[in-house]
């Protein structure tokens, strides 16, 4: 059946512009077609053309020869348009990173890495992009992957967000983690502070050069820093927050104790060890929310030093370019968010070192994107991060895979008068309103599109 078009005046601005239609096909006809479409070309206020599409889908395929080929495609472009000359351009798209298959099982993961190529001069159908093709990774990574070599640091994160130690601030209900210590934590506390009497600190009001001697532990933790790591491990109740702070408060205020923190350590906990070399304590109440309130300072404050040890310790960023993100100007809820933000930037830049192994400058430029993004952007798993890369730092991923999606476009004109026929083949079925019973696990469609 042939498409009509009736092309009406809006009423809008007097524009005669229509909105783009397609319409969805049942694949009866000899070609096999699954979608038409049309949309106008304006030159101005006024319409100076109509340009249509038409779309046609094949089943799957494990035979690389029943496909069609470059002069085939070439041949089918001619018959809508007699150009003088054409040109072909490739592109591709291969998983990097994400869901694997082992064993014939599929291991799912949330976090996937792909790349896109794009070149000049298609030699044939399913050919590997050229080294002088652009590439542009996408990158989409979730937090909390057991394989990430951060995956502690996130589950020090998750204590301070899905245990809801932000949100029971305003709610004042909290859901605690299964304890990773089978020690309580006011034992645990016991034994650290009897540790430390025994061994006779004396105060320090700063650190020595930190070591940065592994990406999940630093070894220049303070005083306060060793008690959250301790805490965050066997605390189970409100209780157990306040019996523990209320120990180490006694401890200092009668000078059994005297522990270095580091000097710009911002938690409350750390003010008052500061007074103790003075002795001069504040009174604090330990009661409603505010052990809570001091232990969610602690781990924000040991976790910000954690990411600063690993972006500063590898050049890639500089503290005014963390300012956003370690700011304790803002409430506590939206450090957490920042916090947050910062983890997830962290486990992009991770999986890109560990799993691709890209260099320094690639994941300078990405870590900057990333900030800067997150400055203004909420929290999202979701959100893919784009960065362009040479194809030969990749090569070795790609070149003896399958893509999941290649595509060929022969096009010749120009402006208005541009026509263009596209093949693609993907590995999966490129319409969903079409069933295709396949059972292929390498599945290819073709999908021309003529622009008349």
């Known amino acids: 059946t042939p498409l009509v078009l009736n092309l009406p005046h809006s009423p809008v601005d007097n524009n005669p512009a229509l909105h783009p239609l ?41 035979d690389k020869k029943s496909l069609i080929t470059l002069d085939e495609l070439k041949q089918e472009h001619k018959k809508r348009h007699h150009p003088s000359s054409m040109a ?23 976090s996937s890495v792909t790349v896109d190529f794009k070149w000049s001069h298609v030699e044939s159908i399913l050919e590997t992009p050229p080294l002088s093709s652009t590439a542009t990774l996408n990158i989409k ?20 967000q899905v245990c809801t130690l932000a949100d029971g601030l305003r709610t004042g209900e909290t859901e605690w983690m299964e304890p990773l210590e089978t020690t309580s934590a006011v034992n645990l506390t016991k034994t650290y502070l ?5 061994t006779a600190k004396t105060p320090q009001t700063e650190t020595d050069t930190p070591i940065f001697n592994s990406l999940l532990g630093r070894g220049d933790l303070d005083f306060v820093e060793q008690l959250w790591v301790r805490m965050r491990k066997s605390v189970t109740s409100y209780q157990d927050i306040g019996d523990c702070l209320k120990l180490v408060i006694e401890a200092l205020r009668y000078g059994d104790i005297k522990p270095w923190i580091h000097r710009d350590s911002s938690s409350s906990l750390s003010k008052l060890i500061l007074q103790s070399y003075h002795q001069q304590i504040d009174h604090v109440s330990l009661t409603g929310v505010t052990p809570v309130h001091m232990l969610l300072e602690m781990g924000l404050d040991k976790m910000r030093k954690d990411y600063i040890n690993y972006l500063i310790g590898e050049q890639l960023t500089t503290l005014n370019h963390l300012c956003y993100y370690l700011s304790t100007e803002v409430d506590l809820q939206e450090q957490v968010i920042r916090l947050r933000k910062l983890h997830h930037l962290l486990e992009i830049i991770v999986t890109c070192t560990t799993f691709l192994g890209l260099p320094y400058d690639r994941l300078f430029l990405l870590t900057q994107s ?8 909420p929290y999202d798993e979701d959100h893919e991060f784009k960065l362009q890369i040479k194809p030969a730092l990749i090569s070795h991923f790609y070149q003896k895979e399958h893509p999941v999606v290649w595509g060929a476009e022969v096009s010749s004109g120009h402006g208005p008068r541009e026509v263009r026929t596209t ?24 999908m021309p599109c003529h622009i008349l």
């Open 370 to 377: 990333c900030l800067q993004h997150y400055k203004t952007y």
């Open 88 to 110: 072909i351009k490739g592109n591709a798209r291969f998983n990097l990173f994400g869901s694997t298959i082992v064993e014939n099982t599929m291991i799912e993961s949330q």
């Open 423 to 446: 093949l693609q083949l993907s590995d999966r079925p490129l319409v969903d309103h079409v069933i295709f019973e396949t059972g292929v696990p390498h599945a290819q469609y073709l």
């Open 194 to 198: 009897e540790e430390l009497q025994s």
């Open 141 to 160: 990574i979730a937090s909390g992957d057991m394989r990430s070599p951060v995956f502690e640091m996130y589950r020090e994160l998750e204590f301070l």
């Open 22 to 62: 397609w319409v969805r096909c049942d694949m009866s006809d000899p070609a096999e077609t699954t979608w038409f479409g049309a949309e106008t070309v304006s030159v101005g206020s006024k319409v100076s053309g109509v340009k249509l599409y038409s779309v046609t889908c094949k089943g799957a395929t494990l």
